[in-house]
């Protein structure tokens, strides 16, 4: 299936977290560490990403799960999967392996399941920043470079295309120099290896009620420094429940040329850090946006589970999709 001719008969759903239903097999150190690493000198308890290798069974049952609920896009369990990120870990040698593994997962659901889906490779933001400094006495430090961010990511696009994916997902974006870092790599990759290059997805984080990225740029402002991809989508994801996201989802539908997204956590966390929104609330929520015109791709983030996603897209099911706008063309000094 050509994803944008789908795109514009009907929206599209995306799936839930992964977190939270990994938190539901309660796994022990030897379940993240299996076989292969029952001798690793850290602990590694925690390194979702791992089970793509240690327990692919389980990432597979979930990504079957979510199709089964009704999602039209399922994200590999690569969040963390640069050599940046596995450091904590000191697994940077795993990172390339990680991503293929993820991908082979999420094939092996769709054929479980017997029904068309697309795969696309989440690329977290990673854990270190290139607009803010860790160091509050040095603000001009850098704890990674441009360039190692670029390195990062290339090898990880190599993986997930490696293992099959059909888009690119840059998502949970709070810092829009690494989202940068990620389009270059991507470019990159594919024109070095004169591969059609697949549909980017682009999904940024608002983190509070002032509308701003977490390294201050407004959306208008970090949607014009992302638009040179020319993305398949731009949307919106985690930090915020429905609620508290849909005046955001709203200006976004308004400047975005391209297909707008959306996945919220359910509901903002309660005081020991869980979410309670019912998957019906949820539904409800995301029904509106649908019925306004202001999304083309809906699903969920932080606590959301299948039933949340089955939710979903049982209240959007038939309500006709955003229109792309007829957006003008002018200097836009933002960027």
Not at 28 to 34: L, P, Q
Not at 277 to 305: F, M, Q, R, S
Request: glycine content about 8%; charged content about 25%.
């Amino acid at each position: 299936m050509d994803i944008r001719q789908e795109l514009e008969k009907r929206i599209l759903i995306i799936d839930g977290a992964m977190g939270t239903m990994i938190q539901r097999y309660k796994l022990n150190e030897a379940d993240y560490r299996g076989e292969r690493f029952k001798d690793w000198h850290l602990d590694v308890k925690g390194n979702n990403d791992l089970l793509c290798i240690t327990r692919p069974e389980i990432i597979t049952e979930i990504h079957k799960q979510y199709l089964d609920a009704g999602a039209d896009i399922i994200e590999t369990n690569t969040f963390s999967s640069t050599s940046i990120a596995m450091a904590d870990y000191e697994m940077q040698s795993l990172a390339y392996e990680l991503n293929v593994a993820a991908a082979k997962c999420a094939r092996e659901a769709i054929r479980q399941s017997g029904k068309q889906a697309w795969i696309a490779g989440a690329i977290g933001p990673l854990n270190k920043t290139l607009s803010l400094s860790p160091d509050v006495n040095n603000p001009g430090y850098r704890a990674v470079t441009f360039d190692e961010v670029v390195n990062a990511y290339y090898e990880q696009v190599k993986g997930l295309v490696d293992g099959g994916v059909d888009l690119l997902l840059i998502e949970t974006i709070f810092d829009t120099l690494n989202a940068k870092g990620a389009i270059f790599a991507i470019k990159k990759y594919f024109r070095d290896t004169k591969k059609p290059q697949l549909p980017v997805m682009i999904s940024g984080t608002i983190t509070d009620a002032s509308g701003r990225t977490l390294s201050g740029q407004t959306l208008e402002a970090f949607y014009t420094s992302v638009a040179h991809a020319r993305p398949l989508s731009v949307g919106l994801n985690c930090a915020l429940g429905a609620k508290e996201m849909r005046p955001h989802i709203t200006e976004l539908s308004q400047i975005a040329s391209c297909y707008v997204s959306a996945y919220p956590n359910a509901g903002l966390p309660n005081a020991m850090g869980e979410y309670d929104e019912d998957p019906a609330d949820t539904g409800h929520y995301l029904e509106e946006w649908a019925k306004e015109g202001y999304v083309n791709i809906v699903g969920g983030c932080c606590g959301t589970t299948p039933d949340h996603i089955r939710h979903i897209a049982e209240h959007v099911k038939g309500v006709t999709p955003r229109k792309l706008p007829v957006v003008e063309t002018t200097l836009d000094l933002n960027n």
